[in-house]
Every structure is written in structure tokens, then in C-alpha cells.
T-cell receptor
Framework: SAVISQKPSRDICQRGTSLTIQCQVDSQVTMMFWYRQQPGQSLTLIATANQGSEATYESGFVIDKFPISRPNLTFSTLTVSNMSPEDSSIYLC???????????FGPGTRLTVL | QKEVEQNSGPLSVPEGAIASLNCTYSDRGSQSFFWYRQYSGKSPELIMFIYSNGDKEDGRFTAQLNKASQYVSLLIRDSQPSDSATYLCAVNVEYGNKLVFGAGTILRVKS
């Protein structure tokens, strides 16, 4: 699978600010996704990052809160806007493999909002 | 709402024993099924996937799928303390690339 990196690996932010998380893949991939993993919880899909078009958001997630960009087949960003302590979570990007829609995850970004 | 259910555990097994992890899913149209391992503070790591009824073996791991019962399991033979982690079941929902994850089962292997 392609190697995925995320930046930053962790951050502590103040309420009301925004943070942009970057996800870089070392080869071109078709599908990229953004997930949230709240403390002690499983993974929840935020959106599918579509190359060259608007992201596809899951129920409960909106573009104004989580704007996503995907300018090419190797890179995507997720912004967490107007943050509140409830946004404290691990944010993970992933990409699909070539066989049966398996997904491979980046190392994650641990966000704490004070 | 498409759901994936797992027993949260923790499941405790002695070193060398077989660990059995179970998962049920609600979407009958699901095609592919995945097991991920997640160590504390790390991201999920793909262990195995299965798409046909029956068993699939990879080293100490065996995935079992029964589509009629909407049930998928993971067996870990000769369990090691290094297998202690949370195991996440994920299901590829019908007509899409999306995965729905279960809540995960915590496995503890005691030496």
C-alpha cells in the first residue's frame, strides 16, 4: 500500500480557532477519506475527499465545519473550523487499496481543544 | 442505519490459546469484510479481509464469514502478549467504497 503521512501529529488549540490537517500519500490513489475517532470510540467517517470536486459528507458532518480539499491524487486537507472542546479527537485520513476496498490509514492527528 | 456490532470486551486469553473475536452486521448487501488491529495511541492496521463465505487463513489469523447469518469472526491462534490490542471489524457497505466500523473488541493476552 502507499505510505501515508499526516501533519501535524498532534496539536493543542484554543476554542474558536481553526486547524488544517494535511494528508500526503507517496503515490497516486483513487479514494481518500477522513475519519474522526473520539476518545474510547471507534472510527466515524467524516467525508470522502474527491479529487477535483467537492467532498461527500456523511450525515452529521457539514462543509462549513469540516472543509476538505483534494487538489490532486496524492494530497488532501481537512480543516476543523471554529473549534470547541467537543472537537477534541484523533483525525485520520485513509486511502483505498486496489483489491476489495480495503483502506489504509495514516498515523492520525491528535487534536485537543481547550 | 447500517450497523456493525462487536462485543467490547475485554476478552482475556492466556498466552498460547486461541482468541475468538466476533462481529455481526446489518447490511445484507455488504460485500467485503475487514479486520483491523489498533494498538493504544496508534492508527488502525489492516490484518485481513474476506469476501467469500468460509474461512481464510493468513499465518496465525483465520477470518470466517457467514453471509447468511451476517456474521464474521477472527480467530487468533497461539495468542501472544503482543496481540493485545483493540480489534476493529469493518464492513464495506453496498454500492460504495465506504467502510462502517464496529466499536471494537479489546483483547488482552496474559503471559
Amino acid at each position: 500500500s502507499a505510505v501515508i503521512s499526516q501533519k501535524p501529529s498532534r496539536d493543542i488549540c484554543q476554542r474558536g480557532t481553526s486547524l488544517t490537517i494535511q494528508c500526503q500519500v507517496d503515490s497516486q490513489v483513487t479514494m481518500m477519506f477522513w475519519y474522526r475517532q473520539q476518545p474510547g470510540q471507534s472510527l466515524t467517517l467524516i467525508a470522502t475527499a474527491n479529487q477535483g470536486s467537492e467532498a461527500t459528507y456523511e450525515s452529521g458532518f457539514v462543509i462549513d465545519k469540516f472543509p476538505i480539499s483534494r487538489p490532486n491524487l496524492t494530497f488532501s486537507t481537512l480543516t476543523v473550523s471554529n473549534m470547541s472542546p467537543e472537537d477534541s479527537s484523533i483525525y485520520l485520513c485513509s486511502h483505498t487499496g486496489t483489491d476489495y476496498n480495503e483502506q489504509f490509514f495514516g498515523p492520525g492527528t491528535r487534536l485537543t481543544v481547550l | 442505519q447500517k450497523e456493525v456490532e462487536q462485543n467490547s470486551g475485554p476478552l482475556s486469553v492466556p498466552e498460547g490459546a486461541i482468541a475468538s473475536l466476533n462481529c455481526t452486521y446489518s447490511d445484507r448487501g455488504s460485500q467485503s469484510f475487514f479486520w483491523y488491529r489498533q494498538y493504544s495511541g496508534k492508527s488502525p492496521e489492516l490484518i485481513m479481509f474476506i469476501y467469500s463465505n468460509g474461512d481464510k487463513e493468513d499465518g496465525r489469523f483465520t477470518a470466517q464469514l457467514n453471509k447468511a447469518s451476517q456474521y464474521v469472526s477472527l480467530l487468533i491462534r497461539d495468542s501472544q502478549p503482543s496481540d493485545s490490542a483493540t480489534y476493529l471489524c469493518a464492513v464495506n457497505v453496498e454500492y460504495g467504497n465506504k467502510l462502517v466500523f464496529g466499536a471494537g473488541t479489546i483483547l488482552r493476552v496474559k503471559s
